[in-house]
Protein backbone atom coordinates (compact mmCIF):
# COMPACT_ATOMS: atom_id res chain seq x y z
CA UNK A 1 0.00 0.00 0.00
CA UNK A 2 0.70 3.83 -0.32
CA UNK A 3 0.55 5.24 2.77
CA UNK A 4 0.67 9.15 3.40
CA UNK A 5 1.90 10.03 7.17
CA UNK A 6 0.52 13.80 7.80
CA UNK A 7 3.22 14.55 10.99
CA UNK A 8 5.32 11.21 9.91
CA UNK A 9 8.33 12.98 10.86
CA UNK A 10 6.97 13.27 14.70
CA UNK A 11 7.50 10.49 17.46
CA UNK A 12 5.34 7.91 16.86
CA UNK A 13 5.09 9.00 13.04
CA UNK A 14 8.70 8.50 12.45
CA UNK A 15 8.60 4.99 14.18
CA UNK A 16 5.81 3.73 12.30
CA UNK A 17 7.02 4.45 8.99
CA UNK A 18 9.79 2.04 9.79
CA UNK A 19 7.51 -0.48 11.12
CA UNK A 20 5.50 0.19 7.57
CA UNK A 21 8.69 -0.50 5.21
CA UNK A 22 9.61 -3.28 7.03
CA UNK A 23 6.25 -4.47 6.33
CA UNK A 24 6.13 -4.18 2.61
CA UNK A 25 4.49 -0.73 2.22
CA UNK A 26 5.36 2.84 1.00
CA UNK A 27 5.44 5.71 3.24
CA UNK A 28 5.03 9.62 2.10
CA UNK A 29 5.66 11.86 4.60
CA UNK A 30 4.17 15.13 4.61
CA UNK A 31 5.08 17.53 7.94
CA UNK A 32 5.41 21.11 8.34
CA UNK A 33 8.45 20.12 11.27
CA UNK A 34 7.09 22.51 13.37
CA UNK A 35 8.15 19.53 16.13
CA UNK A 36 10.41 17.70 14.11
CA UNK A 37 13.25 18.10 11.65
CA UNK A 38 14.12 16.20 8.45
CA UNK A 39 17.13 14.62 9.75
CA UNK A 40 14.36 12.28 10.79
CA UNK A 41 13.52 11.75 7.78
CA UNK A 42 17.50 10.69 6.97
CA UNK A 43 16.81 7.84 9.92
CA UNK A 44 14.48 6.53 9.04
CA UNK A 45 16.15 5.94 5.22
CA UNK A 46 18.79 4.71 7.31
CA UNK A 47 17.31 2.66 9.52
CA UNK A 48 14.79 0.52 6.33
CA UNK A 49 17.40 1.05 4.06
CA UNK A 50 15.08 2.49 1.70
CA UNK A 51 14.10 5.59 0.00
CA UNK A 52 11.12 7.60 0.82
CA UNK A 53 9.25 10.36 -0.73
CA UNK A 54 9.15 13.95 2.16
CA UNK A 55 7.06 16.96 2.02
CA UNK A 56 7.43 19.71 3.79
CA UNK A 57 4.39 21.32 4.26
CA UNK A 58 1.70 22.13 6.24
CA UNK A 59 -1.51 19.89 6.52
CA UNK A 60 -3.65 22.54 6.99
CA UNK A 61 -2.81 23.79 3.25
CA UNK A 62 -5.61 22.95 0.70
CA UNK A 63 -3.15 23.24 -2.27
CA UNK A 64 -0.53 21.76 -0.92
CA UNK A 65 -2.28 18.26 0.32
CA UNK A 66 -4.50 18.18 -2.82
CA UNK A 67 -0.85 18.40 -4.78
CA UNK A 68 0.65 16.11 -2.79
CA UNK A 69 -2.49 13.23 -3.17
CA UNK A 70 -2.93 14.19 -7.23
CA UNK A 71 0.59 13.15 -7.35
CA UNK A 72 0.91 10.02 -5.78
CA UNK A 73 -1.89 6.83 -5.48
CA UNK A 74 -2.46 7.53 -2.15
CA UNK A 75 -4.68 3.92 -1.01
CA UNK A 76 -4.29 4.97 3.06
CA UNK A 77 -4.08 8.22 5.14
CA UNK A 78 -2.83 7.96 8.57
CA UNK A 79 -2.76 11.44 10.81
CA UNK A 80 -0.53 12.16 13.55
CA UNK A 81 -0.36 15.76 12.46
CA UNK A 82 -1.18 17.89 15.69
CA UNK A 83 0.11 19.73 18.14
CA UNK A 84 0.17 17.98 21.67
CA UNK A 85 1.49 19.57 24.55
CA UNK A 86 -1.44 19.93 27.19
CA UNK A 87 -0.34 22.87 29.33
CA UNK A 88 0.63 24.76 26.21
CA UNK A 89 -3.15 23.93 24.88
CA UNK A 90 -4.31 25.42 28.31
CA UNK A 91 -2.11 28.71 27.26
CA UNK A 92 -2.97 29.18 23.58
CA UNK A 93 -6.17 27.08 23.35
CA UNK A 94 -7.12 28.78 20.01
CA UNK A 95 -3.93 27.21 18.36
CA UNK A 96 -4.64 24.34 19.44
CA UNK A 97 -7.97 24.17 18.13
CA UNK A 98 -7.20 25.50 14.51
CA UNK A 99 -4.05 23.30 13.64
CA UNK A 100 -5.45 19.89 15.36
CA UNK A 101 -9.23 20.08 13.91
CA UNK A 102 -7.95 22.29 10.46
CA UNK A 103 -5.36 19.28 9.91
CA UNK A 104 -8.30 17.11 10.47
CA UNK A 105 -10.82 18.86 8.36
CA UNK A 106 -8.51 19.36 5.13
CA UNK A 107 -7.04 16.19 5.43
CA UNK A 108 -10.75 14.39 5.07
CA UNK A 109 -11.38 17.05 2.22
CA UNK A 110 -9.01 16.55 -0.17
CA UNK A 111 -9.27 12.70 0.29
CA UNK A 112 -12.46 12.95 -0.72
CA UNK A 113 -11.54 14.91 -3.61
CA UNK A 114 -9.03 12.56 -4.91
CA UNK A 115 -10.76 9.46 -3.85
CA UNK A 116 -9.15 8.07 -1.01
CA UNK A 117 -10.95 6.38 1.64
CA UNK A 118 -9.16 4.75 4.31
CA UNK A 119 -7.59 6.87 7.53
CA UNK A 120 -6.08 5.75 10.69
CA UNK A 121 -6.44 9.02 13.28
CA UNK A 122 -4.27 9.34 16.62
CA UNK A 123 -6.75 9.54 19.20
CA UNK A 124 -5.52 9.54 23.25
CA UNK A 125 -6.72 7.51 26.07
CA UNK A 126 -7.52 11.27 27.75
CA UNK A 127 -11.03 11.51 25.93
CA UNK A 128 -11.91 8.78 28.33
CA UNK A 129 -12.19 11.93 30.70
CA UNK A 130 -12.35 11.86 34.30
CA UNK A 131 -15.67 9.80 34.73
CA UNK A 132 -15.06 6.21 33.12
CA UNK A 133 -13.48 3.39 35.36
CA UNK A 134 -10.75 1.93 34.69
CA UNK A 135 -9.41 -0.22 32.63
CA UNK A 136 -10.93 1.74 29.94
CA UNK A 137 -12.98 0.39 27.30
CA UNK A 138 -13.88 1.17 23.64
CA UNK A 139 -17.88 1.21 24.59
CA UNK A 140 -17.60 3.58 26.89
CA UNK A 141 -18.43 6.91 25.89
CA UNK A 142 -15.68 9.64 26.03
CA UNK A 143 -15.84 12.25 28.99
CA UNK A 144 -14.95 15.44 30.15
CA UNK A 145 -11.86 16.23 28.81
CA UNK A 146 -9.72 18.42 31.58
CA UNK A 147 -7.90 20.50 29.04
CA UNK A 148 -7.74 21.68 25.06
CA UNK A 149 -5.53 19.56 23.58
CA UNK A 150 -7.98 16.44 25.26
CA UNK A 151 -10.96 18.32 23.39
CA UNK A 152 -9.67 18.52 19.94
CA UNK A 153 -9.30 14.62 20.11
CA UNK A 154 -12.78 14.22 21.62
CA UNK A 155 -13.98 16.98 19.10
CA UNK A 156 -12.11 14.98 16.12
CA UNK A 157 -13.10 11.73 16.76
CA UNK A 158 -17.08 13.46 16.47
CA UNK A 159 -15.67 14.77 12.82
CA UNK A 160 -14.62 11.40 12.01
CA UNK A 161 -17.89 10.10 12.94
CA UNK A 162 -19.86 12.23 11.45
CA UNK A 163 -18.23 11.61 8.14
CA UNK A 164 -18.56 8.57 8.06
CA UNK A 165 -21.82 8.67 8.82
CA UNK A 166 -22.20 10.32 5.43
CA UNK A 167 -19.87 8.99 3.21
CA UNK A 168 -20.43 5.07 3.02
CA UNK A 169 -16.92 4.38 1.58
CA UNK A 170 -14.78 6.04 4.50
CA UNK A 171 -12.97 3.63 6.60
CA UNK A 172 -12.25 5.08 9.77
CA UNK A 173 -9.76 3.92 12.62
CA UNK A 174 -9.58 5.78 15.86
CA UNK A 175 -6.60 4.68 17.70
CA UNK A 176 -6.65 5.76 21.17
CA UNK A 177 -2.96 5.88 22.55
CA UNK A 178 -1.90 5.39 25.73
CA UNK A 179 1.42 6.15 27.12
CA UNK A 180 3.84 5.74 24.19
CA UNK A 181 7.47 5.33 25.65
CA UNK A 182 10.66 3.85 24.58
CA UNK A 183 12.48 4.55 21.05
CA UNK A 184 13.85 2.39 18.23
CA UNK A 185 16.34 -0.66 19.28
CA UNK A 186 18.81 1.23 16.46
CA UNK A 187 19.38 3.67 18.80
CA UNK A 188 18.98 6.00 15.84
CA UNK A 189 15.37 7.36 16.53
CA UNK A 190 13.55 8.46 19.29
CA UNK A 191 11.68 11.10 21.44
CA UNK A 192 12.72 14.64 20.69
CA UNK A 193 11.24 17.02 23.13
CA UNK A 194 11.83 20.86 22.61
CA UNK A 195 12.81 22.51 25.95
CA UNK A 196 11.90 21.68 29.30
CA UNK A 197 10.22 17.80 28.77
CA UNK A 198 6.36 17.74 29.53
CA UNK A 199 6.28 13.66 30.22
CA UNK A 200 7.64 11.80 32.25
CA UNK A 201 10.50 9.37 30.42
CA UNK A 202 11.87 11.74 28.05
CA UNK A 203 12.35 13.93 32.07
CA UNK A 204 13.93 10.68 33.38
CA UNK A 205 16.39 9.97 30.47
CA UNK A 206 17.39 13.74 30.15
CA UNK A 207 18.18 13.43 34.17
CA UNK A 208 19.71 10.49 33.83
CA UNK A 209 22.02 11.80 31.14
CA UNK A 210 22.74 14.71 33.03
CA UNK A 211 21.07 17.49 31.75
CA UNK A 212 18.42 18.22 34.10
CA UNK A 213 19.21 17.88 37.86
CA UNK A 214 16.42 15.92 39.23
CA UNK A 215 13.21 14.44 38.46
CA UNK A 216 10.07 16.07 40.69
CA UNK A 217 7.50 13.36 40.92
CA UNK A 218 3.99 15.28 41.07
CA UNK A 219 2.34 13.58 44.13
CA UNK A 220 3.02 10.95 46.21
CA UNK A 221 -0.40 11.15 48.29
CA UNK A 222 -2.29 9.60 45.41
CA UNK A 223 -4.24 6.35 46.24
CA UNK A 224 -2.54 3.72 44.61
CA UNK A 225 0.05 1.37 45.74
CA UNK A 226 2.74 3.64 46.58
CA UNK A 227 0.80 6.85 46.27
CA UNK A 228 2.42 7.57 42.87
CA UNK A 229 0.05 8.05 39.68
CA UNK A 230 0.20 4.78 37.62
CA UNK A 231 0.02 4.97 33.80
CA UNK A 232 -0.57 2.29 30.96
CA UNK A 233 3.12 3.09 29.44
CA UNK A 234 3.93 1.00 25.48
CA UNK A 235 6.80 0.80 23.56
CA UNK A 236 6.21 2.94 20.87
CA UNK A 237 7.66 0.60 18.56
CA UNK A 238 4.83 -1.78 19.58
CA UNK A 239 2.45 1.30 18.99
CA UNK A 240 4.23 1.18 15.12
CA UNK A 241 3.29 -2.17 14.86
CA UNK A 242 -0.37 -1.15 16.13
CA UNK A 243 -0.44 0.92 13.08
CA UNK A 244 0.27 -1.62 10.50
CA UNK A 245 -2.18 -3.76 11.37
CA UNK A 246 -4.70 -0.49 11.88
CA UNK A 247 -3.88 0.42 8.15
CA UNK A 248 -4.37 -2.82 6.80
CA UNK A 249 -7.74 -2.87 8.88
CA UNK A 250 -8.97 0.17 7.66
CA UNK A 251 -8.43 -0.97 3.43
CA UNK A 252 -10.30 -3.75 4.05
CA UNK A 253 -13.54 -2.57 6.06
CA UNK A 254 -15.89 0.77 5.94
CA UNK A 255 -17.27 2.64 9.07
CA UNK A 256 -15.42 3.76 11.84
CA UNK A 257 -13.93 1.82 14.40
CA UNK A 258 -11.95 2.01 17.94
CA UNK A 259 -8.76 0.65 19.19
CA UNK A 260 -7.35 1.12 22.51
CA UNK A 261 -3.60 0.71 21.86
CA UNK A 262 -1.82 -0.31 25.55
CA UNK A 263 -0.28 -3.04 27.58
CA UNK A 264 -3.37 -3.56 29.81
CA UNK A 265 -1.07 -3.01 32.94
CA UNK A 266 -0.30 0.12 34.78
CA UNK A 267 3.30 1.48 36.41
CA UNK A 268 3.42 4.43 39.09
CA UNK A 269 6.17 6.71 38.29
CA UNK A 270 8.30 5.14 41.10
CA UNK A 271 8.28 1.63 39.37
CA UNK A 272 9.45 3.85 36.02
CA UNK A 273 12.12 5.50 38.08
CA UNK A 274 13.35 2.45 39.76
CA UNK A 275 13.35 -0.02 36.24
CA UNK A 276 15.16 3.25 34.36
CA UNK A 277 17.78 2.70 37.28
CA UNK A 278 17.68 -0.79 37.39
CA UNK A 279 17.84 -2.08 33.43
CA UNK A 280 20.19 0.64 32.39
CA UNK A 281 22.62 0.89 35.65
CA UNK A 282 22.35 4.48 36.38
CA UNK A 283 20.78 6.36 38.57
CA UNK A 284 17.49 8.79 38.60
CA UNK A 285 17.51 11.49 41.37
CA UNK A 286 14.14 12.47 41.71
CA UNK A 287 12.31 14.32 44.58
CA UNK A 288 8.43 14.26 45.72
CA UNK A 289 6.58 17.70 45.14
CA UNK A 290 2.94 18.70 44.39
CA UNK A 291 0.53 16.96 42.43
CA UNK A 292 0.32 18.31 38.50
CA UNK A 293 -3.52 20.06 37.65
CA UNK A 294 -5.54 18.01 35.95
CA UNK A 295 -3.55 14.29 36.47
CA UNK A 296 -5.78 11.17 37.46
CA UNK A 297 -4.49 9.14 40.04
CA UNK A 298 -4.51 5.83 37.66
CA UNK A 299 -6.01 4.43 34.34
CA UNK A 300 -5.34 1.52 31.91
CA UNK A 301 -6.52 -0.11 28.49
CA UNK A 302 -8.07 -3.18 27.93
CA UNK A 303 -6.22 -4.25 25.63
CA UNK A 304 -8.50 -7.03 24.64
CA UNK A 305 -10.19 -5.63 21.38
CA UNK A 306 -7.21 -4.65 19.43
CA UNK A 307 -6.05 -8.30 20.23
CA UNK A 308 -9.35 -9.79 19.27
CA UNK A 309 -9.98 -8.01 16.08
CA UNK A 310 -6.57 -6.42 15.13
CA UNK A 311 -4.28 -9.73 16.37
CA UNK A 312 -2.05 -7.02 17.90
CA UNK A 313 -0.65 -7.13 21.14
CA UNK A 314 1.90 -5.12 22.74
CA UNK A 315 4.79 -7.45 23.60
CA UNK A 316 7.44 -5.70 24.60
CA UNK A 317 8.74 -5.32 28.03
CA UNK A 318 9.15 -2.18 30.51
CA UNK A 319 12.67 -2.93 31.14
CA UNK A 320 13.08 -3.17 26.70
CA UNK A 321 11.05 0.93 27.01
CA UNK A 322 13.98 1.98 29.36
CA UNK A 323 16.58 0.32 27.79
CA UNK A 324 15.61 1.44 24.39
CA UNK A 325 15.15 5.37 25.54
CA UNK A 326 18.25 5.17 27.32
CA UNK A 327 20.24 4.00 24.16
CA UNK A 328 18.69 6.70 22.06
CA UNK A 329 19.02 9.27 24.66
CA UNK A 330 22.66 8.63 25.32
CA UNK A 331 23.67 8.43 21.73
CA UNK A 332 21.61 11.34 20.98
CA UNK A 333 22.26 13.68 23.95
CA UNK A 334 21.00 16.28 22.41
CA UNK A 335 18.38 14.82 20.63
CA UNK A 336 18.35 15.31 16.31
CA UNK A 337 20.53 18.45 16.76
CA UNK A 338 23.88 16.34 17.10
P1 LIG B 1 5.07 14.83 17.49
O1 LIG B 1 4.91 16.27 17.85
O2 LIG B 1 6.41 14.22 17.67
O3 LIG B 1 4.59 14.58 15.99
C1 LIG B 1 3.60 15.36 15.37
C2 LIG B 1 4.19 15.82 14.03
O4 LIG B 1 3.20 16.58 13.35
C3 LIG B 1 5.42 16.70 14.20
O5 LIG B 1 6.45 16.22 13.35
C4 LIG B 1 4.95 18.09 13.73
O6 LIG B 1 5.98 18.82 13.13
C5 LIG B 1 3.83 17.71 12.77
N1 LIG B 1 2.79 18.73 12.59
C6 LIG B 1 2.04 19.35 13.53
N2 LIG B 1 1.17 20.19 12.96
C7 LIG B 1 1.37 20.11 11.61
C8 LIG B 1 0.77 20.72 10.48
N3 LIG B 1 -0.19 21.64 10.61
N4 LIG B 1 1.24 20.38 9.25
C9 LIG B 1 2.23 19.48 9.11
N5 LIG B 1 2.82 18.86 10.13
C10 LIG B 1 2.39 19.16 11.38
O7 LIG B 1 3.98 14.01 18.33
P2 LIG B 1 3.83 12.45 18.50
O8 LIG B 1 4.16 12.12 19.91
O9 LIG B 1 4.50 11.74 17.40
O10 LIG B 1 2.25 12.33 18.37
C11 LIG B 1 1.62 12.09 17.13
C12 LIG B 1 0.13 12.22 17.30
O11 LIG B 1 -0.30 11.32 18.33
C13 LIG B 1 -0.32 13.61 17.74
O12 LIG B 1 -1.53 13.91 17.10
C14 LIG B 1 -0.54 13.46 19.23
O13 LIG B 1 -1.49 14.35 19.72
C15 LIG B 1 -1.03 12.03 19.30
N6 LIG B 1 -0.79 11.42 20.62
C16 LIG B 1 0.48 11.39 21.12
C17 LIG B 1 0.70 10.83 22.37
C18 LIG B 1 2.09 10.81 22.97
O14 LIG B 1 2.22 10.50 24.14
N7 LIG B 1 3.15 11.07 22.22
C19 LIG B 1 -0.36 10.29 23.11
C20 LIG B 1 -1.64 10.32 22.54
C21 LIG B 1 -1.85 10.88 21.29
C1 LIG C 1 -0.10 13.36 29.39
C2 LIG C 1 -1.31 14.22 29.12
C3 LIG C 1 -2.22 13.47 28.16
C4 LIG C 1 -1.47 13.13 26.88
C5 LIG C 1 -0.22 12.34 27.24
C6 LIG C 1 0.64 12.13 26.05
C7 LIG C 1 -1.58 15.59 31.10
C8 LIG C 1 -2.46 15.89 32.28
N1 LIG C 1 -1.97 14.53 30.35
O1 LIG C 1 -0.52 12.16 29.99
O2 LIG C 1 -3.33 14.28 27.84
O3 LIG C 1 -2.27 12.38 25.99
O4 LIG C 1 0.57 13.06 28.20
O5 LIG C 1 1.69 11.31 26.39
O6 LIG C 1 -0.61 16.26 30.86
N2 LIG C 1 5.14 12.91 36.02
C9 LIG C 1 5.95 13.28 37.08
N3 LIG C 1 6.96 14.17 36.83
C10 LIG C 1 7.20 14.70 35.59
C11 LIG C 1 6.36 14.30 34.51
C12 LIG C 1 5.32 13.42 34.77
O7 LIG C 1 5.78 12.82 38.20
O8 LIG C 1 8.13 15.53 35.45
C13 LIG C 1 4.06 11.94 36.27
C14 LIG C 1 2.67 12.50 36.00
O9 LIG C 1 2.12 13.05 37.16
C15 LIG C 1 1.92 11.26 35.53
C16 LIG C 1 2.98 10.34 34.95
O10 LIG C 1 4.23 10.86 35.38
O11 LIG C 1 1.37 10.61 36.63
C17 LIG C 1 2.95 10.34 33.44
O12 LIG C 1 2.97 11.68 32.99
P1 LIG C 1 3.01 12.07 31.44
O13 LIG C 1 4.14 11.37 30.80
O14 LIG C 1 2.98 13.56 31.36
O15 LIG C 1 1.69 11.42 30.85
P2 LIG C 1 0.15 11.64 31.29
O16 LIG C 1 0.01 12.64 32.36
O17 LIG C 1 -0.42 10.30 31.55
Redesign the pocket.
Known sequence: MEVLL?????????HTAVELLNAGHNVII???????SPE?VRRIQKISRRSIISYE????SKTDMMGIMEAHAIDSVI??????AVGESVKNPLEYYR??I??TLNLLECMKDCGVHNIVF?????VYGEENPYPYKETMPRGNCSNP?GWT?SMIEQIFEDAVKADPELSVVLL?????IGAHPSGHMG??PQGIPN?LMPYVAQVAVGRRDHLIVFGNDYPTPDGTCRRDYIHVVDLADGHVKAVEYAAQHKGAEVFNLGTGTPYSVLEIVEAFERSNSVPVKYEFGSRRDGDLAEFWANADKAREVLNWRASRSLDEMCRDTWNWQKSNPNGYNN
Do not use: W
Open positions: AGGAGYIGSVDNYSNSVADVRHFAGLKNNDTSSSATYKRYFNPEDN
